[in-house]
Nanobody, 126 residues
Framework: VELNESGGGLVQPGGSLRLSCAAS????????MTWFRQASGKEREFVAT????????SYANSVKGRFTMSRDNAKKTAYLQMNSLKPEDTAVYYC????????????????????WGQGIEVTVSS
C-alpha cells in the first residue's frame, strides 16, 4: 500500500490549502485514514481522522472549526481542507491509513497505523 500526499506549500496567514492523500495498491479504500503533523522540533501530533463510512470522525482541538477532512472512497483519497491558516499550523503533514477496524480512540494513536505517506510541507508565513 502506498499513500501519496499532495497540495502542500507556502501560504500567508489567513489563507487556505487543500491536502490530498491518494492510496494505491489496495482494492478498497482503507477503513481509516488520518492526518498527523510534525512541526520542527516537536513530536508528531494528531490532526484529523475519518472512517471509510464516515461514522467516526474527529479533529484536534487546535484545528476544529478551521480544518475539514473528507474522503472519496471511489478514488481511495482523503482530503484535508485547511482554512484560516495560522503560523502555528506550519509543519510536515503526514497521511496514515489502515484497513483494520478501529474505535475512535485508536484512530488518534499513530502507533495503530501500518501505512504512512512520505509527508508534505505546509508553511504559513507572511
Amino acid at each position: 500500500v502506498e499513500l501519496n500526499e499532495s497540495g502542500g506549500g507556502l501560504v500567508q496567514p489567513g489563507g487556505s490549502l487543500r491536502l490530498s492523500c491518494a492510496a494505491s495498491g489496495v482494492t478498497s479504500s482503507p477503513y481509516v485514514m488520518t492526518w498527523f503533523r510534525q512541526a520542527s522540533g516537536k513530536e508528531r501530533e494528531f490532526v484529523a481522522t475519518r472512517s471509510r463510512d464516515g461514522l467516526r470522525q474527529s479533529y484536534a482541538n487546535s484545528v476544529k472549526g478551521r480544518f475539514t477532512m473528507s474522503r472519496d472512497n471511489a478514488k481511495k483519497t482523503a482530503y484535508l481542507q485547511m482554512n484560516s491558516l495560522k503560523p502555528e499550523d506550519t509543519a510536515v503533514y503526514y497521511c496514515a491509513a489502515d484497513q483494520k477496524y478501529m474505535i475512535l480512540s485508536q484512530m488518534w494513536n499513530q502507533k495503530a497505523y501500518e501505512y504512512w505517506g512520505q509527508g508534505i510541507e505546509v508553511t504559513v508565513s507572511s
